[in-house]
C-alpha cells in the first residue's frame, strides 16, 4: 500500500538542518498525496484547498509557493500518479521480456496475464491515485481529460507490442480492448469495488486468447 499525506516522508521536529530543496521536496509530496485522498471523500469539485493543507499537514502559504491553483495541484498530483503506474507497467512488461528470452513464459497471453496483473494490483494498492486519474479526472476540465486519453493511447501501446498487433485492424482491436478495460476498472474504482476489480483479470485473459488474432499476430500463433 501507499503511504499517506501524513506518513509520507515526515521531517523530524524542530531544527532538522536539511537542505530546502529536501524540505520543499517532502512538503510536494506531502500535498500530491493528500490531493488525492482528500478527493476520495469530496471528489475534485468538493474538495477544498483547506482540506488538502489539513491533510498534508502544511501552510496555505506553502500550498500557493508551489501551486498557483487547486488546478494545478491537481494537474501535478495527477501527472505523479501517471509516473508511478507507469513505472510499474514498464518494469513488468521488462520483466516478462527478459523472460521469453530465458525460454520462460513466451507465449504472449501469459505475459499478458502479468500486465493485466500489475495494472490490476497497482489500482488496489493506490486507490486514492487511480481514482483521481480515472474518475476525477473528468471533473477538470478539456485538458486533464487529454491527458487522460494520453495515457490510454500508451496502455494500448503497451497492449499492441505485447500481441504484436501490425495491422490497423489489430491495432483497433487493441484500442477497443484498452478502453473497455478503462471503462470497467473506471467503474469499479468509483464503486471501491476492489474485489470486483481483481476479478476483472481472468475474463480479460480469457477474452485475449478467444480473440486469437484480432488483437495480433503473437497471440493467433499460440
Given at each position: ?8 516522508r ?9 537542505p ?10 506531502r ?9 476520495t ?14 491533510r498534508?499537514?502544511v ?10 491553483s ?17 513505472g ?55 485538458a ?12 494500448v ?5 505485447t ?25 469499479r ?23 486469437g ?10
Amino acid at each position: 500500500m501507499t503511504e499517506s499525506a501524513t506518513s509520507a516522508r515526515q521531517l523530524p521536529r524542530g531544527r532538522h538542518g536539511l537542505p530546502r530543496e529536501q524540505v520543499v521536496a517532502s512538503q510536494r509530496e506531502r500535498i500530491l498525496i493528500a490531493m488525492a485522498e482528500a478527493m476520495t471523500e469530496n471528489g475534485y469539485v468538493g474538495t477544498s484547498v483547506a482540506a488538502i493543507l489539513k491533510r498534508a499537514g502544511v501552510s496555505r502559504e506553502t500550498f500557493y509557493e508551489q501551486f498557483r491553483s487547486k488546478e494545478a495541484c491537481f494537474e501535478a498530483a495527477y501527472e505523479r500518479a501517471v509516473q508511478n503506474l507507469l513505472g510499474r507497467m514498464q518494469e513488468v512488461a521488462g520483466d516478462a521480456d527478459a523472460a521469453a528470452e530465458n525460454d520462460l513464459e513466451q507465449d504472449s497471453v501469459a505475459r499478458m496475464d502479468r500486465i493485466f496483473e500489475a495494472y490490476l494490483q497497482h489500482m488496489v494498492d493506490d486507490p486514492a491515485s487511480a481514482r483521481l486519474f480515472l474518475v476525477e479526472v473528468y471533473a477538470v476540465g478539456p485538458a486533464a481529460i487529454s491527458r487522460r486519453m494520453k495515457l490510454q493511447e500508451l496502455f494500448v501501446g503497451l497492449i499492441a507490442n505485447t500481441l504484436d498487433a501490425r495491422t490497423a485492424d489489430q491495432r483497433f482491436a487493441c484500442q477497443t480492448l484498452a478502453a473497455a478495460i478503462g471503462a470497467m476498472v473506471t467503474g469499479r474504482i468509483a464503486a471501491d469495488d476492489m474485489a470486483g476489480l481483481l476479478a476483472l483479470r481472468k475474463p480479460l485473459l480469457e477474452l485475449v486468447r478467444r480473440g486469437g488474432e484480432l488483437y495480433g499476430f503473437a497471440v493467433g500463433s499460440n
